[in-house]
């Protein structure tokens, strides 16, 4: 780390309660900022952790989502787990939790017990529907979400059913959410002192991501229609994915100077001036023609020949990668957000760091992921002053697990 910068939440105080990604990716965030984070699970670990058992692939996952925390094991069903963690939250600055609502008011550890503790506590709270509302109590996964919030039903094409999102795009848009509210909250306790409950709920997070698709609802009071490659509006064309003789390019148009440049890329300049296709509208209007234009053209080429005739015109293009490609890039990989690491229960495995660059303060350092209950000891010593006398009581009554 450089001796001269600070990492900007350094000296926060974290307690991770997060589990599967959305919550862990909160953590991971603030972590990779410089907070210290302290991941707590309990005592036969967090789903994600198991799928270590299926093969070192289905391990990275956790590898890459609690890098820079530390980890303890706690029973909270046990009284003497609730104390430990009340204590810890008393001298920490933010908790992440996303489970249920309710669950842990009733083990005794919500936000009304905590804040008691310590009102300074910024308490951040990730459901899937909310702490209030009708569906409140209504289980959430990511899968779950896609399908209420809307987005399963605008993705996929026309004459096909709904199709979820590859990714699991729920869980860590919404674990970005809950990051930025912890730091408005942070940011507000620096001014009033006090901390407060932070919520965000999943269906809430993704709304605005569908602002395209909404053109038919705003507009014909129509659901909104699956609409394949093709702009979630209809507003733009072209806006699609192409063939290429080596797979698939997507090239999208989104003023006149990009389809002025498309066809000069494609050798047709006339086309600029067509009356099919000289304006968007025209181009909307004819749009299966459109299409099919591009295709013959791209259809012909590599990608790689495309995106650089597209580059050279200034068209926005990029071919379509497999993830394979992706964890290869040159690029992602020069600039570390990729990198391999040597972990010490995965083996060599690739991992990424924070997408948020922050200049001008020091490089955090990379440390893997922690093995279940690995801090034990030093972080209730440390934190809570307890003797090993006491730590080993702790691991008796089972309120901690066996590190």
């Known amino acids: 780390m450089d001796n001269d910068k600070r990492l900007p939440l350094d000296g926060v105080t974290v307690i991770d309660l997060g589990q599967v990604y959305q919550g862990p990716y909160c953590g991971f965030l603030m972590a990779q900022a410089g ?8 005592p036969n670990g967090e789903p994600v952790r198991h799928r270590a058992r299926i093969s070192k692939g289905n391990a990275v996952p956790f590898a890459m989502l609690n890098a820079n925390k ?3 094991s706690l029973n909270l069903k046990s009284p003497d787990g609730v104390k430990v963690l ?7 600055d933010v908790l992440i939790e996303n489970y249920a609502p309710g669950v842990l008011d009733r083990l005794g550890v919500g936000y009304a017990a905590l804040s008691a503790v310590n009102p300074r506590l910024i308490y951040g709270s990730a459901t899937g529907y909310g702490l209030s509302g009708p569906d409140r109590d209504n289980l959430a996964m990511d899968l779950t979400v896609q399908a ?3 987005i399963m039903s605008v993705t996929g094409f026309a004459d096909g059913p709904p199709v979820k999102a590859g990714p699991a795009i729920t869980d860590f848009i919404s674990g970005v959410h809950l990051y930025a509210g912890i730091l408005t ?3 507000d306790r620096e001014k009033s002192g006090r901390g407060r409950l932070v919520e965000i709920a999943m269906v809430e997070t993704v709304y605005p991501a ?3 698709n909404l053109a038919d609802v705003f507009n014909r009071k129509a659901a909104a229609p699956r609409t394949g490659n093709r702009h979630g509006g209809l507003a733009e064309a ?9 797979g698939y390019v997507a090239i999208i148009s989104v003023n006149e100077s990009h389809w002025t440049g498309l066809t000069r890329a494609m050798g047709r300049p006339e086309l600029a001036d067509d009356v099919r296709f000289k304006t968007v509208l025209d181009r909307l209007k004819h749009i299966d023609l459109t299409d099919l234009v591009v295709s013959e ?6 990608r790689d020949e495309i995106v650089e005739l597209c580059r050279v015109n200034r068209v926005p293009c990029a071919a379509v990668r497999d993830l394979r490609e992706v964890t290869e890039d040159k690029h992602l990989h020069a600039r570390g957000m990729l990198r391999e690491i040597a972990h010490p229960e995965y083996g060599d495995i690739l991992v990424h760091r924070s997408p948020l660059v922050l200049h001008d303060t020091a490089t955090p350092e990379y440390v893997p992921s922690a093995r279940l209950g690995q801090h034990n000891g030093e972080v209730l010593s440390e934190y809570l002053g307890l003797s090993s006398g006491e730590i080993d009581t702790l691991r008796r009554s089972g309120a901690i697990a066996q590190a």
């Open 35 to 42: 907070a210290t984070v302290i991941k707590v699970e309990p």
């Open 70 to 72: 530390r980890n303890i």
């Open 86 to 92: 009340k204590d810890l939250a008393a001298k920490a």
């Open 148 to 150: 209420v919030s809307g």
């Open 185 to 187: 909250a942070l940011y």
């Open 210 to 212: 569908m602002a395209s």
């Open 238 to 246: 072209p806006y699609n994915v192409y063939p290429a003789s080596d």
């Open 297 to 302: 053209w791209s259809s012909r080429l590599t």
